[in-house]
């Protein structure tokens, strides 16, 4: 059974750093695109970022360029999502996804399989 499980959100003002984690288990870890994405009050689930198997390929939404950075830990199954230079409207809560291949350019829920269940992000301004 497949599981992800986010930690590391929390309150921050606007201009500091968060990093989030995602443990997950059930499936071949190393074998499968990660990626993250949040809801924000009112507004629908859109994409943040996401990174290959291997770590050596990463997509990020525009409006988080420059300032989050995901990575991920084959070894420990964990992915992670370093977020600086945070604003007020990255306020949200964060969702841990996996891929349906090792690679995916989408930035569509369809195109990952499991998902976390959040972990809240407060930006205060």
């Known amino acids: 059974q497949v599981q992800l499980v986010e930690s590391g959100g929390g309150l921050v003002q606007a201009g500091g750093s968060l990093r989030l984690s995602c443990a997950a288990s059930?499936?071949?870890?190393?074998?499968?695109?990660m990626g993250w994405f949040r809801r924000a009050p009112g507004k629908e689930r859109e994409f943040v970022a996401a990174i290959s198997w291997s770590g050596g390929l990463t997509n990020y939404a525009d409006s988080v360029k420059g300032r989050f950075t995901i990575s991920r830990d084959n070894a420990k199954n964990t992915v992670y999502l370093q977020m600086n230079s945070l604003k007020p409207e990255d306020t949200a809560v964060y969702y841990c996804t996996a891929g349906r291949t090792g690679w995916t350019n989408s930035r569509l829920e369809g195109g990952f399989a499991s998902w976390g269940q959040g972990t809240q992000v407060t930006v205060s301004s």
């Open positions: 059930g499936f071949t870890f190393n074998t499968y695109a």
